[in-house]
């Protein structure tokens, strides 16, 4: 027992998996009371199992295996990660305990498979189990059956698919085994339980004998469906509900709903396997179907039918063989065949499904067509066949081609066509079959019931019949209106009689609408529905001969009980009595109206009608009137009170009072009277005539308008019309317009007949008359409200100046809503019942505007030789076939659906392998889709789904094409049709990836604006997970962006449910994403308000507004003061304003408004920004992102906006209406200034809000909320404010892509806007936006930026530009290219402006550009530098706007760890509330001197100022107090006196433009160079002096030499003078070493170029010039410092290779001068720098590699490399290794390969180190003495230098250290020293130098400020106030800002001298300067910040930014303590100079 007592002390798990069989069986015992014990299923505890439980089933002993068995049961019955294990658990059950030969283990491994079913695993445990069945062993066979029929038993069909299942079914029954056909029996019985005949198909081909049992079985099963009865974890509350009817005692019927709702309808077709029968056709097929002889086209359809007979076809392309069987049906002569086709069709169509819908279109006319065949079996088959091929499509589809067969001569066609339109509406439902549907198919149908032939009238019964019963009659009346009562009856007859296909449901649901009272809705009088009225106009005699028969029949609908007419009120049919004012009534004679006119007017009112005397007849109308006035309704006879009034004079009335009574007493009767269209034909005439009379013309438009409410307004429009263009008065004409105008808006529109309106506005727009045209023009304008953009298709014919007219008006209207009717309405509408059918008649309005467009029929064109044409071999073939189609389709402008087979040559095309031709048939695609209108949507399956496979093109353009195509087409057709069927899908799974992205970010844009998809939509499911794993990351990314659109619509269950099909890891991936997507799911869009007027906004058709919102009534504000969310669409339209409460607004709640208006408008609420910005970052709500705004986001803002926004003010920014947005900016500006905080704490809102705006279309808001901007951002700056990050990524976008507006006021106001931004957020960061801005599509927008970014950088110079300059430029540079030509311009002139700021270096910064670009831009330069003057004209002008933003930034910016004084300052102030002082105080006083650095502004501002004034003035002595402040140390005494202001202004006149000016600077300076002891003054100002000079180089050779006016000897002086002052320079070691690496480099570049300059070389003295050029190249070579002229030679070398434009010879002279230096080095090795130079070597092998250096033409750049390595490694040996510390990662870099290649060379030649290599190294510290020595003696002097008190003696024991050894290296103690030690040090060093040597005391500073200082150490400073304090971070005194004081005044060209050493400096100069001064100092400081930018790029200097701004100052704040004696010295000089001159 050893071993038991071992394995007893395990834990639980480690036993489950012990080698002993009982130690296991204990573990599982105890892991079993576990599992029952642990109560939490998210216990930690479970998971240590999950990798156990599989060993717990598979265990190799069986008694064991039973224990494992129970506690795998356990565990899945409790753990909540059990599902995890669910594949290897059942696939374990399955092949280890199924075959085991107890039942107990059979029982638990079925109980096992059914608890992971019940924890949600079906679907793998149904895949384990399908695998089962192809085990060998019969065992596992029979008991995976069982399982399977025990989880249908229990589970159901929902959860068990049963598909897999029935595949199986027939090979089990093959089985040999006994046991498994006995058991799959019992499983074909229990499917057949739940999905009963489905099953049949499946198993027709099982053994005989097999399946007649089966039947037996079958008969036996009760007919109650099954119900499940064990319950998912996910179904608990149905689990419930199934537990409560068991104990009520299991009631049968008691669960029948639910018992539906459980268990779906399986359809048959879904078992079944499709068959592939395309390849099976005989190989003769076309030819046979083609053959003369009969028999042999039978042959063929005979195979046909035979192949269609399989029950699923799968789907393929078979148009070819629908082509061939339509040819048959429609041509065949034998009937035989026909009827054979026919059958061939039906079982295509059955066979398909839905993937036949696409051939729908083509067979339908020809089978209705040929319905004239009367032999019965013909007949019977062509039924089958359309009705088969209708369950494939849509009526909507194939309305078109029916409606156009209803009017066929033919009876029998007439009469089969209406069955089959009752067949079809069977099959529809209320939805399927909406008022667009019905109203013209009943229209055609009631055609056909007045119909001669009985058997085409008793089908059209039929159809009206079926009709009635599935739309209801609510719908289906209004067209009904006009047929008599017997018909009528007979159609309700037809509906009670009809069954429908989808069972009663539809009818009884649509009998219960017709119980409820409803209001009805006028008759559309449009279209045969408006039958009789249509006749009404044509003549007018029309209504006389039809009222008769109107009264007889009572109209059905109209059912007022009409009192004196007494007509028979029939129908009232539940419809509320006041609801239509229509009556009828016949026409009476004069006598019998006489008769009953008197009777209620008074006798002498009658006899004075007719009365000469016109005051007898004045007082006969005020009775008359009085009578009318006192009348009841019920006594008035309208008809024979206006015959009264017709009498004569009647209408031919002379005296107008009388007249005006009369029109007023017309109006009076039929507002109070039951007034007839009869009374109304009477009167309108005559109304007509007087509407144009200038007194009577109010009255008779008074009477019109009560005419139009008693008779509606669609019929007295219509006859008003007629009357008044049938007559010449052009004023009745023009009135009559402006009548109805007003009306529509009063009464509304729907009901209108359109078709009628245009042709008559058509007449008035031809009018000679302004007036009747400006009416017509007017006219349209309100139309345009209620239709759309669709009305402007009907005049596209008209002249130009016409349209422009009719457009300008259209503009008017755009935006604006229709108003709500306050006529008509209230007295018809009874209640709100009709709401719903006038909103519907509303959206009807378009599209029964798009269907009166008068389209032509264009199959007749498209001619067999076209489509043959368009297929050719020859593409120039297939070109012209398409160039012929679109000028058919242009020609036609609107055509008929029907294009033969022009839709499948189109097809062919779109795979065309010739791109333009693919892009053509798009273009005409899209062409077809305006011209076909709606109506396109027949066309989807068959050409749509084409269009986006083409999405899958490689080229860009043609994606582009078909998306515009697709698009164009979705517009016509909306989103269903593309998203039925399977071809979506078939799509999305075509591994394509640019199908793939583009497909995705289609449906992500599509979808969210759908408000349901149809269920196939789910197929696309699948293929969206596989793209969510795609190999390309973009098809990545727009997968996982359409996720979130997929999921609003099929739910997250479902989304989730489909990746059961996936592989495990990929599955985790998905539901991770699906979660993350459900997070930002957005809400499906509310069904949209409905209102009766439109929103008529873009260029979408009116049609499809559907998803745009319908505008809300200014009323519904105030009735709904909660606008529902939902309802909210597009920009928040709520719904309209109901009933009769349209009519007028209470006034109460305005007055409550009022009253609310008093408080602030901006609530602040803590902390509210900071937690809005919170949940943007953590995703909590949407990013503020889009292209335009969906609703998701209006609405986010909206529910953000409501804590802190006023209630009124949200209502208004929320508002539909423009002008509430207006009313709502207007508060705003009044509150900005009172309410400065709740504006700041609401900011982030505001602005977005304001992006909105920017999206409307209307101007004023437009130009009110940048009116608004403006002072939101003057008020910020003023405030100090600073833009956040959220704040300006939500806003600055939008902003900008208003710069590209057309107007003009507009893009000044944005950039108004984006100037005073500066102010408030970083320029640099703006910078970036901007760039943004200038990648849009809109040219103007992109100049714009392009603009703006000129000025920043002029504004603040090159740093501004992000991400490098170097970026910056090359993408500004792209745009010198653009097509356009103001961009080009805006392009060319920012780099202008750059170049100005910048100079040459530009032409590095931009890179390579094509010559065309380049060109352009050189000549551009050439220009600007022409006219030199006009520079500073716009710098002034920009500048004051500009100018501030530098202290904003100052302020707001610093954020450094020691907080500079100023912000403290500012901090200080704002606290005690005086914020205003911070404006009033100069910012130069800030003495904030690193953010003043940034602006040279302001400098260039100044200067011309001081040069313009005579100079005496300007330096007159200026009270300077003396600072009394004592020096912190030795760098701070005594640093400026006047000489370095006097060097810095003649200095700055070398680089003048004026040749003058500049000979005499050079004089001046030369003077000064030729004395040696004044040239110590220049010191501090050689890189100045070198820029200016190289500048004035670069000007000679640009400008001067190129221009023919200027005399050469001019310029040959000029060079003369600058070589000679260099010569005098670089004789002066001391000077010449100054020079640093980037000026030297431009020196040197200036030189060579001059030394080949041919111009040069023509002149008389040129080779003179030359040759003292090349005497001075080879003194700078000499004299300069060794380590920064071979640093520049080694960078001119590489740009010079690099540059394509240089040429060989530059590059040539460049290697000579290297040569030279390596000739010096042995002299000069020891004062090189080694380290900077093979870091710059490194930098030129990086650029040049070896392989790259070895194709140059000339050989020479790669001997000069190698001979330049060879000499320093000869000269230093193996220690040149150790010089390698600059260079990143040594071991990338080839130099050192290199290096070592040399050593080991020279090492193998030598032998070994000769003692002559260590002597040439000078002398140094022997290799063996410790480095630690050395080091520990460095930190101590370095410690004494950095104390106080032993400062001096520490720099002396360094200076001695360091000549002692010369090469020692103290690099590493300065490295992590600031910049300002580093300085001290170096300075303290050469001070020694000299006095040691002894030149003579020397000024203690020599005022090279840390700026300049060129040391290659990387600065680790980042702080600004770290270059100035000292090195332990103490804080700095004040002698430090005393420091920065001086420099200012330096700049500002004051001076900190004491007053009596100033001399005037007018004794300097012989004449007075140019103004030039500003911009050459401009260019000298802006060259110098780029020189340092330069230098630091190539020594990768990590300067902070401060200091690299800064480096703009350091040259010209370096001085010299020479005393006033020499500057009077020098003024002698000038005397002398002058003197001599003149």
């Not at 384990?128 to 069982?146: F, R």
């Not at 403006?1270 to 404010?1281: C, D, I, N, P, R």
Request: net charge neutral; proline share 5%; charged share 30%.
């Amino acid at each position: 027992m050893g071993d038991d007592s071992e394995w007893i002390k395990l834990s639980i798990d480690q036993k489950c998996e012990h080698k002993l069989w009982k130690a296991r069986m204990n573990g599982y015992e105890e892991a079993l009371k576990l599992f029952q014990k642990i109560e939490d299923e998210k216990s930690p505890e479970w998971s240590k199992y999950l990798g156990l439980i599989k060993k717990f089933v598979t265990d190799s002993n069986a008694v064991a295996q039973l224990k494992g068995l129970e506690a795998a049961l356990a565990y899945a019955e409790n753990a909540y990660v059990a599902g995890r294990t669910t594949g290897e658990v059942i696939s374990g059950v399955v092949n280890k305990v199924f075959n085991q030969p107890k039942a107990r283990a059979k029982e638990l491994g079925i109980d096992i498979c059914l608890m992971y079913i019940e924890i949600e695993k079906g679907e793998p445990v149904q895949e384990e189990l399908l695998k089962g069945l192809d085990n060998k062993n019969p065992k596992i066979i029979v008991a995976c059956i069982e399982t399977l029929r025990k989880a249908l038993s229990e589970f159901g069909s929902k959860i068990i698919s049963l598909k897999p299942i029935i595949k199986v079914l027939p090979k089990l029954f093959e089985s040999r085994e006994k046991a498994v056909r006995d058991e799959a029996k019992l499983l074909a019985v229990e499917i057949y339980c739940w999905i009963r005949d489905a099953l049949r198909p499946p198993l027709q081909n099982i053994n005989s004998v097999q399946l007649k049992e089966l039947e037996e079985e079958w008969v036996k099963l009760p007919p109650a469906a099954p119900k499940q009865t064990r319950f998912l974890r996910s179904q608990q509350e149905l689990k419930a509900k199934f537990e409560q009817q068991q104990a009520a005692g299991g009631d049968a019927d008691g669960g029948g709903d639910d018992g539906d709702e459980i268990v779906p309808q399986v359809d048959a077709y879904e078992l079944l396997e499709a068959v592939e029968i395309l390849s099976k056709l005989p190989k003769d097929f076309y030819d046979k179907i083609e053959a003369k002889k009969w028999q042999e086209r039978k042959e063929a359809l005979e195979a046909v039918e035979m192949l269609v007979k399989n029950p699923k076809l799968e789907a393929g392309d078979y148009a070819d063989m629908v082509k061939v069987l339509k040819k048959v049906v429609g041509k065949d002569t034998n009937v035989m065949l026909v009827a054979l086709a026919a059958k061939c069709l039906a079982g295509l169509a059955t066979g398909l499904r839905k993937k036949f819908g696409q051939y729908a279109g083509q067979v339908v006319p020809t089978i209705l067509e040929k319905f004239k065949e009367k032999k019965p079996q013909v007949v019977q088959a062509l039924q089958e066949a359309i009705d088969a091929i209708f369950l494939t499509t849509t009526l909507q589809n194939i309305s078109e081609d029916i409606l156009a067969v209803m009017d066929n001569k033919n009876p029998t066609i007439k009469q089969q066509t209406s069955l089959f339109i009752a067949r079809s509406f069977r099959h529809c439902t209320p939805s399927t079959l909406p008022k667009s549907l019905l109203k013209p198919f009943c229209a055609a149908l009631l055609k056909h019931i007045n119909d001669s032939a009985p058997e085409v009238r008793d089908a059209a019964f039929e159809a009206l019949g079926t009709a009635l019963k599935v739309a209801g009659e609510k719908a289906v009346n209004p067209f009904l209106a006009d047929v008599d009562k017997l018909k009528l009856d007979r159609i309700k007859e037809c509906a009670e009689k009809v069954e429908l296909a989808y069972g009663k449901n539809t009818g009884g649901a649509a009998d219960k609408k017709e119980c409820r009272p409803v209001a009805g809705k006028t008759p559309v009088l449009s279209g045969a529905a408006g039958d009789k009225d249509t006749k009404d106009t044509s003549a007018k005699s029309g209504p006389l001969k039809k009222a008769p028969a109107a009264k007889s029949g009572g109209p059905p609908k109209k059912g007022k009980p009409a009192a004196a007419a007494g007509a028979g009120g029939a129908g009232t049919k539940g419809k509320k009595g006041s609801e239509t004012k229509e009556i009828f009534e016949p026409e009476l004679s004069i006598e019998v109206c006489e008769e009953r006119a008197s009777a209620v007017l008074p006798a002498s009112c009658i006899q004075q009608l007719d009365s000469g005397n016109w005051k007898e007849r004045l007082a006969c109308m005020e009775e008359f009137q009085k009578a009318v006035e006192l009348m009841e309704r019920s006594e008035m006879p309208c008809q024979a009170l206006v015959r009264m009034l017709a009498k004569k004079p009647g209408w031919k009335e002379t005296n107008f009072q009388v007249m005006q009574m009369k029109l007023h007493i017309v109006a009076l009767i039929a507002q109070k009277g039951n007034f007839s269209k009869t009374s109304a034909q009477i009167v309108l005439d005559g109304l007509v005539d007087k509407i144009g009379d200038v007194k009577c013309g109010s009255n008779a438009k008074e009477a019109m308008t009560a005419i139009a409410e008693a008779c509606l307004l669609p019929w007295t429009a219509e006859q008003v019309m007629s009357m008044a263009f049938s007559q010449k008065n052009p004023k009745n004409q023009s009135e009559t317009l402006n009548w109805l105008s007003n009306a529509i808006k009063e009464f509304g529109f729907s009901g209108l007949n359109v078709k009628a309106f245009i042709n008559n506005v058509k007449t008035a727009l031809a009018a000679t008359n302004p007036a009747v045209r400006t009416a017509a023009i007017t006219l349209l304008g309100v139309m345009y409200l209620y239709v759309g953009p669709p009305l402007r298709m009907f005049f596209e014919d008209e002249k130009p100046a016409l349209l422009s007219q009719i457009d300008a008006e259209f503009e008017k209207m755009q935006g604006q809503t229709a108003p709500a009717p306050t006529r008509g309405t209230s007295r018809h509408s009874g209640g709100s019942g009709d709401d719903s059918e006038e909103r519907d008649e509303q959206e009807d309005i378009g599209n029964d505007v798009v269907d009166l467009l008068p389209r032509t029929e264009i199959s007749d064109k498209i001619t067999a030789e076209l489509v043959s044409k368009i297929g050719d071999k020859n593409w120039k073939i297939r070109k012209e076939g398409l160039d012929e189609v679109t000028s058919i389709i242009n020609d036609a402008k609107f055509i008929q659906p029907n294009i033969g087979e022009l839709s499948a040559a189109l097809k062919c095309r779109l795979n065309d392998s010739n791109k333009i031709l693919v892009q053509q048939t798009l273009s005409i695609l899209q062409q077809l889709a305006i011209a076909m209108g709606p109506n396109i949507r027949q066309h989807v399956k068959n050409l749509g789904i084409p269009i986006i496979t083409v999405l899958g093109d490689s080229k860009n353009n043609v994606r582009a094409a078909a998306l515009a195509t697709v698009n164009a087409w979705t517009e016509q057709t909306g989103m269903k049709e593309w998203l039925e069927g399977e071809d979506l899908s078939e799509e999305l799974k075509k591994e394509n990836p640019f199908l793939r992205q583009e497909l995705l970010g289609w449906l992500a844009d599509k979808l969210p604006t759908l408000r349901s998809v149809p269920s196939d939509f789910l197929l696309c499911v699948p293929h969206l997970y596989s793209c969510l794993e795609d190999r390309n990351g973009d098809v990545r990314k727009k997968a996982q962006d359409a996720l979130p659109f997929f999921m609003m619509h099929l739910g997250f269950e479902k989304m989730a449910k489909a990746t059961g099909k996936l592989k495990p890891t990929s599955k985790d991936q998905v539901l991770a994403m699906l979660e993350k997507a459900k997070a930002i799911m957005p809400a499906k869009p509310a069904a949209p308000a409905k209102a009766s007027s439109r929103v008529v906004g873009g260029a979408a058709p009116a049609k499809f507004q559907s998803a745009s919102a319908p505008a809300e009534d200014s009323e519904s504000s105030t009735m709904e003061p909660k606008p529902d969310p939902k309802k909210t669409k597009a920009g928040g339209a709520t719904s309209k304003a109901k009933g009769a409460q349209g009519k007028k607004v209470p006034s109460k709640p305005n007055l409550k408004e009022d009253d609310d208006k008093s408080g602030p408008i901006f609530i602040i609420v803590p902390n509210g920004k900071e937690q809005r910005m919170k949940d943007e970052k953590g995703l909590k709500v949407l990013k503020w992102n889009f292209t335009t705004p969906r609703d998701e986001y209006i609405e986010q803002l909206k529910t953000q906006m409501s804590s802190c926004v006023a209630r009124w003010v949200q209502d208004e920014m929320f508002h539909t209406d423009f002008q509430h947005h207006n009313k709502a900016l207007a508060a705003m500006v009044e509150h900005l200034e009172s309410e400065k905080d709740g504006v700041i704490s609401c900011l982030d809102l505001i602005l977005k809000w304001l992006t909105l705006r920017f999206f409307d279309t209307n101007t004023s808001v437009l130009m009110k909320a940048l009116e608004y901007l403006k002072l939101l951002f003057t008020l910020l700056s003023q405030e100090e404010y600073h833009l956040t990050e959220n704040e300006a990524s939500s806003f600055i976008p939008y902003l900008i892509l208003k710069v590209g507006e057309p107007k003009d006021v507009v893009r000044k106001d944005v950039r108004a806007i984006l100037n005073r931004m500066c102010l408030i957020y970083p320029a640099s960061k703006m910078f970036t936006f901007i760039m943004e801005g200038t990648k849009s599509k809109n040219s103007k927008q992109r100049a714009e930026c392009l603009e703006e970014l000129g000025c920043l950088v002029e504004s603040y110079g090159m740093n501004v530009c992000q991400p490098t300059p170097g970026k910056a430029l090359k993408e500004m540079a792209i745009h010198i290219g653009d097509r356009d030509n103001t961009v080009r311009n805006a392009a060319l002139n920012t780099i202008v402006t750059v170049y100005n700021v910048h100079g040459d270096q530009v032409f590095k910064l931009i890179g390579n550009l094509s010559e065309k670009d380049m060109s352009m831009l050189e000549e551009r330069i050439k220009r600007a530098a022409k006219r030199p003057t006009a520079a500073p004209a716009r710098q002034a002008e920009e500048k004051p706007q500009r100018a501030p933003s530098m202290n904003a930034n100052a302020s707001v910016l610093r954020k450094g760890p020691a907080d500079d004084m100023s912000s403290k300052l500012n901090q200080a102030r704002n606290m005690s509330g005086h914020s205003e002082l911070t404006h009033t105080v100069p910012r130069e006083f800030q003495l904030d001197l690193d953010e003043i650095e940034n602006d040279n502004g302001t400098v260039r501002c100044e200067m011309p100022a001081l040069v313009q004034h005579k100079l005496d003035d300007i330096f007159e002595p200026v009270l300077i107090p003396e600072p009394k402040i004592r020096a912190v140390s030795p760098h701070f005494d005594d640093m400026h006196s006047n000489t370095a202001s006097t060097i810095n202004f003649v200095i700055s006149q070398v680089a003048s433009g004026d040749i003058n000016t500049s000979i005499q600077a050079l004089a001046q300076i030369d003077e000064v160079l030729r004395q040696e002891d004044k040239a110590e003054a220049m010191s501090g100002h050689i890189d100045q002096f070198l820029i200016a000079t190289f500048m004035q180089l670069r000007l000679i050779y640009n400008t001067h030499m190129a221009d023919e006016k200027l005399d050469k000897d001019e310029i040959v002086k000029l060079y003369s003078c600058i070589i000679g002052n260099m010569i005098s320079l670089f004789q002066m070691e001391s000077l010449a070493r100054e020079a640093s690496t980037g000026v030297l480099k431009d020196l040197m570049h200036g030189l060579i170029t001059l030394m080949l300059d041919s111009r040069v070389e023509d002149l008389e003295e040129g080779q003179q010039v030359i040759r003292s050029v090349n005497l001075l190249v080879v003194k700078v070579l000499e004299k300069s410092d060794q380590t920064n002229i071979l640093s520049a030679l080694l960078v001119l070398l590489q740009d010079s290779l690099l540059a394509t434009a240089s040429s060989p010879k530059f590059s040539e002279l460049v290697m000579k001068c290297l040569w030279r230096m390596v000739r010096l080095l042995p002299e000069t090795i020891n004062s090189i720098n080694l380290d900077r130079i093979l870091l710059d070597i490194h930098i030129f092998m990086k650029v040049f590699p070896k392989e790259k250096l070895k194709q140059c033409k000339s050989e020479f750049p790669i001997r000069t490399l190698k001979t330049l390595l060879h000499t320093l490694c000869k000269l230093k040996g193996p220690k040149i290794l150790d010089h390698l510390t600059m260079i990143e990662n040594k071991n990338e870099s080839e130099l050192e390969a290199h290096l070592c290649r040399v050593m080991k060379h020279s090492m193998d030649q030598t032998g070994s180190k000769t003692d002559k290599e260590t002597e040439k190294g000078a002398s140094r510290i022997d290799e063996k003495s410790s480095k630690a020595k050395v080091n520990d003696f460095l930190a101590e002097i370095f410690k004494k230098i950095g104390s106080k008190e032993n400062t001096k003696e520490g720099l002396a024991e360094l200076y001695e250290y360091k000549k002692k050894y010369s090469d020692a290296d103290i690099e590493p103690f300065l490295k992590n020293s600031s910049q300002f030690f580093q300085s001290y040090v170096e300075r303290g060093l050469r001070h020694i130098e000299m006095e040691k040597e002894g030149k003579g005391r020397i000024p203690s500073s020599t005022g090279i400020s840390p700026q300049t200082e060129l040391t290659c150490v990387p600065t680790s400073t980042n702080t600004v106030s770290s270059s100035i304090g000292n090195t332990n971070g103490e804080e700095v005194g004040p002698s430090v800002y005393l420091e920065r004081l001086k420099i200012l005044r330096q700049r500002c060209g004051l001076d900190n001298a004491k007053q009596e050493d100033r001399p005037p400096l007018t004794s300097l100069l012989s004449k007075p300067a140019a103004p030039t001064v500003a911009s050459s100092t401009d260019m000298l400081h802006s060259k110098l910040s780029q020189l340092r930018e330069s230098r630091e790029h190539y020594q990768h200097l990590d300067l902070d930014s401060n200091q690299t701004h800064s480096s703009g100052i350091g040259t010209t704040t370096s001085s010299s303590s020479s005393t006033a004696a020499n500057i009077d010295d020098l003024k002698k000089r000038l005397e002398r100079i002058k003197s001599s001159r003149k």
